[in-house]
């Protein structure tokens, strides 16, 4: 008969927006006993994920299940990586944007029943500054709102994008210089983004084309844009078609270093921290097992037909309306410069 699994979850009580005080019966009701011994440990302050996960390499648990949102994921992540440990994801959080890239389930009981199947896979993560990153980090507006977003004390979508409407209009971009092997360029941006995986959480696709397998980061460079081009950016975002943007500029690579005009704030799976005007980020290959989804359709994190013609069809009328107020511009200065002649 074959040795049973250890597994500890990890469940953080108070992230996201649902209660969690079924959690523990809906483990035990669908994690398969035939299999697996497992024990439930819940976090009591910031960072206590990070130190049970620590524990449970020296407690000889095979996998630890991180029950919680992208933060406790990170928490519990970094403390496994380059172990023998799997990490396991029961998404509870406001936006899960590991398990969404992951296409794990949302409902707890269902992924459970990924984690009976106990498909390991070793994947790539990141580091900024030497701290791990497993879905996304960036600085610039992103870091900012998520310096907010902390700030507010609330958690969800809705927060999010309170924070996102209210701050928008007052965000001005900064200027980065960013080198890795192929040279030195300068970016007046309104955001920089390194993605491991594909999204921000919430189904927001920063990043469509991002794999956690590749040994390569997805870079985003957001130009400044106004008012009328802010609706094609956040359809192109949900919709999975952000880097067909005219104001995106992505790129892979394994490393950047990056300088900006001065200190600021930095995120690393949303969690903001304030750092110096240097910014190192660099790609970790097959640096953490992770158990996957193995039922999952892959296909379904690129944007289909539909999809990519809607993105298409308003980037046209977007493209058509700062044409014609271009147009307008130039009218203006010509009649203008025609009156004093």
Request: glycine letters at 8%.
């Amino acid at each position: 008969m074959t040795e049973k699994k250890k597994i500890l979850f990890i469940m953080n009580p108070i992230s996201g927006t649902v209660r969690k005080t079924g959690i523990p019966k809906v483990v035990e009701d669908n994690l398969d006993k035939d299999c697996f011994d497992f024990d439930l440990e819940e976090t009591r302050y910031s960072g206590h994920a990070y130190e049970l996960a620590t524990d449970a390499k020296v407690h000889g648990y095979d996998a630890v299940v991180a029950v919680g949102g992208d933060g406790t994921v990170n928490e519990v992540a970094r403390a496994i990586v380059h172990s023998d440990i799997a990490l396991g994801i029961v998404p509870c959080g406001s936006g899960n944007g590991l398990a969404r890239h992951l296409m794990l389930p949302m409902d707890a009981a269902k992924a459970i029943k990924v984690i009976n199947s106990y498909t390991v896979h070793d994947l790539d993560y990141g580091m900024i500054n030497d701290i791990p990153f497993f879905c996304t980090c960036g600085m610039g507006f992103d870091a900012f709102i998520s310096m907010k977003f902390a700030e507010s004390g609330r958690r969800g979508p809705v927060t999010y994008i309170e924070n996102i409407l209210r701050e928008g209009l007052k965000y001005r971009p900064e200027t980065y210089e960013i080198k890795d092997e192929n040279g030195t360029s300068l970016y007046r941006a309104f955001l920089v983004s390194c993605a491991n995986a594909s999204q921000y959480g919430n189904n927001a696709y920063i990043a469509p084309q991002a794999s956690m397998s590749d040994g390569l980061l997805d870079v985003i460079i957001m130009e400044p844009f106004d008012m009328l081009e802010a609706p094609q950016i956040s359809i192109d975002m949900f919709n999975k078609t952000l880097d067909k943007n005219s104001k995106i500029k992505t790129f892979k690579t394994k490393h950047i270093q990056i300088h900006r005009e001065k200190p600021g704030f930095i995120h690393y799976d949303g969690e903001p921290v304030m750092t110096s005007s240097d910014v190192d980020i660099s790609v970790k290959d097959k640096g953490i097992r992770i158990i996957i989804n193995p039922f999952a359709d892959k296909a379904k994190r690129m944007p289909n037909a539909m999809q990519n013609a809607f993105s298409l069809f308003f980037n046209d009328i977007f493209s058509a309306r700062t044409d014609k107020k271009l147009m307008l511009s130039l009218n203006k200065v010509v009649k203008e410069k025609l009156g004093n002649l």
